[in-house]
């Protein structure tokens, strides 16, 4: 959860899902296997849960507000919708075409 808002800020969708799926399924997996196998109380996993929850919803609101973003927006990124190319993915795109042309000169 601590590194959301970095891969927020960069736009970077894997990194993002690495964060969050580390997050969730790690460690609220975790704990709720603590639950089952009767080595936790209700109370303390119900805790954990919500505190997680306000986190996440923590991290998406700040986020919202230090990047002049709407929910929707960040929505979308979450979920790879709508994003404009970054000028680096541009970059090696234009470069990864100049070297087939260059390629494809040669032969």
């Known amino acids: 959860l601590l590194n959301s808002p970095r891969a927020i800020l960069t736009k970077n969708t894997v990194w993002f899902w690495n964060v969050s799926t580390g997050t969730w399924v790690a460690g609220w997996l975790t704990v709720m296997s603590l639950l089952l196998a009767e080595c936790l109380p209700h109370w303390t996993f119900i805790l954990y849960s919500v505190s997680l929850a306000c986190g996440t919803v923590a991290v998406y609101w700040l986020s919202c507000l230090a990047l002049n973003e709407r929910l929707p927006q960040l929505v979308a990124f979450a979920f790879g919708c709508a994003q404009p190319v970054s000028n680096a993915e541009q970059r090696n795109v234009e ?6 042309i260059c390629q494809s000169g040669r032969e």
């Open 95 to 100: 470069l990864m075409e100049a070297g087939d």
